[in-house]
């Protein structure tokens, strides 16, 4: 079965600063990963996935993350974060493609400090 | 383009009831999944529809339960609503069935608040 675990239910980091997101998951088959962001009383939008390509990932709004086999992990990173970046963020995993149902990660809320 | 669209945007009903929710998919998109999101919590899969059947369910009781129209738009029902249906329900769609390696982007809506008392 596939599950991804976020560890830390919130971060907080200054303007300028960097955004580290940690994500591990488990799969029993090689997996896709996704990370999503969503905003207050909005849906979800996708920042980047991973689809057993490069193993880093560069997303939308200057987010990447790195797929790491070893490591289980796919964190997701930004170098200098802005105001604009708070939000919730989800990592996901599917089995087969991105049609197949995605289970998410319980989410981090990202907090932004002036 | 409108994107997913999802109908009503709040709700406010009470234990017992049912209710439906309905979903407009992203234009040249024929399938529809649905999700719960519970408050703090990262969203579930419901189900997922395809050619008008459910083609995937997630670990959800028979009170929930779904349509799909062919003009792709989707409804989901729950029935005999409990307190612990309060959520937020998304819809999400996308181009084509599940198959291995295909990877057509699912494109949430913003979600209908349920709010069971």
């Known amino acids: 079965a596939q599950s991804v675990t976020q560890l830390g239910s919130h971060v907080s980091v200054s303007e300028g600063a960097l955004v580290l997101l940690r994500c591990n998951y488990s799969?029993?088959?090689?997996?896709?990963l996704f990370w999503y962001v969503q905003y207050p009383n909005q849906g979800l939008q996708l920042l980047l996935k991973y689809t057993s390509a490069a193993t880093l990932v560069k997303g939308i709004n200057g987010f990447e993350a790195e797929f790491k086999k070893s490591e289980t992990s796919f964190h997701l990173t930004k170098p200098s974060a802005h105001m604009s970046d708070a939000a919730e963020y989800f990592c996901?995993?599917?089995?087969?493609?991105?049609?197949?149902?995605?289970?998410f990660g319980s989410g981090t809320r990202l907090s932004i400090r002036p | 383009d409108a994107g997913v669209t999802q109908s009503p945007t709040h709700l406010i009903k009470t234990r017992g009831q049912q209710v439906t929710l309905r979903c407009s998919p992203k234009s040249g998109h024929d399938t529809v999944s649905w999700y719960q999101q519970a408050l703090g919590q990262g969203p579930q899969f419901i189900f997922q529809?395809?050619?008008?059947?459910?083609?995937q369910r997630g670990n959800f009781p028979d009170r929930f339960s779904g349509h799909q129209f062919p003009n792709y738009s989707s409804e989901l029902n729950v029935n005999a609503l409990l307190l612990g249906d309060s959520a937020l329900y998304l819809c999400a769609s996308n181009a084509g069935a599940e198959r291995e390696g295909f990877h057509n982007e699912q494109f949430f809506g913003p979600g209908t608040r349920l709010t069971v008392l």
């Open positions: 799969s029993s088959v090689p997996p896709y």
């Open positions: 529809y395809y050619e008008e059947e459910e083609r």
């Open positions: 996901a995993v599917t089995l087969y493609s991105s049609a197949s149902k995605i289970i």
